[in-house]
């Protein structure tokens, strides 16, 4: 177990409402990282922080923003879901360092569906 | 743009031959390579990785090739067990930083017959 809790497990929620997803780590990790998978698509980056409000879009970040106010959380917020956000979402955490490469630890994920 | 690419959508292999799955990166900046396994409802669990200045990692019946010219890696899994069974995802990342971001590949299907 790599220290990392998401919350909710499952939602569902109705189009146009906000969301917000929790990531917190207990290992005190620098970096923190909001994937979601998708059938035909994989992992796809949406939002990480590479420290305490610190952090920068991925490749699918349209309709989400993050804060992260302290090392240990990480939030995703779903500005006004859509349909097209359904999706598992997974938080991930990473120690590493300028001169350093590490793995990256995943949580169990969280099933969003939006009605 | 894809930058980490994996063909192969799945792999059907018998119990005790060799696995093996295939990456392709296209990002001359990533300097570290990593596959995942990941099981339904679960999340992606962390295999075995190799940095840019190897060409090979083992790790017991997983072992990683890199070919740095050709940009490719792959992972062999000899013997294969049917636990194996799962969707195994390459990821790639440069150095740390600012930009220290993975970029997952979309994922093999790797299926192990008894």
């Known amino acids: 177990d790599a220290g990392i809790t998401q919350s909710p497990r499952h939602k569902v929620t109705e189009t146009g409402t906000p969301v917000t997803l929790r990531c917190h780590q207990t290992e005190n990790h620098r970096y923190m990282y909001w994937y979601r998978q998708d059938p035909g698509h994989g992992l796809r980056l949406i939002h990480y922080s590479y420290g305490v409000k610190d952090t920068d879009k991925g490749e699918v970040s349209d309709g989400y923003s993050v804060s992260r106010s302290k090392t240990e959380d990480f939030l995703l917020t779903l500005e006004s879901a859509t349909s097209s956000q359904t999706s598992v979402y997974f938080c991930?955490?990473?120690?590493?360092?300028?001169?350093?490469?590490?793995?990256?630890?995943f949580g169990q994920g969280t099933r969003l569906t939006v009605v | 743009d894809q930058q980490v690419k994996q063909n192969s959508p799945s792999l059907s292999v018998q119990e005790g031959r060799i696995s093996i799955l295939n990456c392709d990166y296209t990002?001359?900046?990533?300097?570290?390579f990593l596959w995942y396994k990941k099981y339904p409802a679960e999340g992606p669990t962390f295999l075995i990785s190799?940095?840019?200045?190897?060409d090979k990692n083992e790790d017991g019946r997983f072992t990683v090739f890199l070919n740095k010219s050709a940009k490719h890696l792959s992972l062999h899994i000899v013997p294969s067990q049917p636990g194996d069974s799962a969707v195994y995802f390459c990821a790639a990342s440069p150095l740390g930083g600012s930009n220290y971001k993975l970029t997952f590949g979309k994922g093999t299907l790797l299926t192990v017959n008894p």
């Open positions: 991930a955490i990473r120690k590493g360092s300028a001169s350093m490469n590490t793995e990256a630890f």
């Open positions: 190799i940095s840019s200045i190897k």
């Open positions: 990002n001359s900046m990533f300097d570290y």
